[in-house]
């Protein structure tokens, strides 16, 4: 069964340091996603992506954090300057062409920032 | 706001018995809606999707869903300890397009006692 994969499962940096979240979506999706969760919190969206742009971005998605698709195959989360709060399980996710239908998520990246 | 509100519970329901989750949700223009199930420390798992009012039933699980009420319930029959886990309700404006940024409900914790 075709799954989202992500890399790293778990990564741990200093405060200020940059990181770079990957994902490869199942093959055939068009649509792609970022969320985070903050442990015992609700899980939030981050940013949505469509035909190789940002097609919304949440609240929480400023100017730290960027997502690039460099190639046919993965999508990538960078946090620039990472924070204490910035620590969470960042989960991709890809959809299919049809609308309003599921997301399939990867297993997750754990980020913890010390 | 938009708001999706669930019981976080812990529900405790003994084995082979029917278990009863409850979302509700504050955006009119929500079109479509899921249940996820997340072991702890994993990725949020699609259980159901349902768009229309009404039930819709797939093996032990229904969904329900009542748009005039605003209102999204799960049930899961003859309940097995591997049900055990947190029950996660999102909801999208759906529709045309890319649509899909999900608003997610906190979860409800489901124990099953054998």
């Known amino acids: ?114 | 706001q938009k708001e999706v509100e669930q019981n976080s519970g812990p529900l405790s329901v003994p084995e082979g018995a029917i278990a009863s989750l409850n979302c509700t949700y504050s955006d009119r223009g929500s079109q479509s809606f899921f249940w996820y199930r997340q072991y702890s420390g994993k990725s949020p798992e699609l259980i159901m999707s349902i768009y229309s009012n009404g039930d819709k039933e797939d093996g032990r699980f229904t969904a329900q869903l009542n748009k005039a009420s605003q209102y999204v319930s799960l049930l899961i029959r003859d309940s097995q300890p591997s049900d055990s886990a947190t029950y996660l309700c999102a909801a999208s404006l759906g529709g045309a397009g890319n649509n899909r940024k999900l608003i997610w409900g906190l979860g409800t914790s489901l124990a099953v006692n054998p």
């Not at chain 1, 190789?52 to 949440?58: Q, V, Y």
């Not at chain 1, 046919?72 to 991709?92: H, P, V």
Request: charged fraction near 20%; aromatic fraction near 14%.
């Open chain 1, 1 to 114: 069964e075709p799954e989202v994969t992500q890399t790293p499962s778990h990564q741990v940096t200093q405060m200020g340091q940059e990181v770079i979240l990957r994902c490869v979506p199942i093959s055939n999706h068009l649509y792609f996603y970022w969320y985070r969760q903050i442990l015992g919190q609700k899980v939030e969206f981050l940013v949505s992506f469509y035909n190789n742009e940002i097609s919304e971005k949440s609240e929480i998605f400023d100017d730290q954090f960027s997502v690039e698709r460099p190639d046919g195959s993965n999508f990538t989360l960078k946090i620039r300057s990472t924070k204490l709060e910035d620590s969470a399980m960042y989960f991709c996710a890809s959809g299919d062409s049809f609308a309003g239908g599921e997301l399939f998520f990867g297993e997750g990246s754990r980020l913890t920032v010390l």
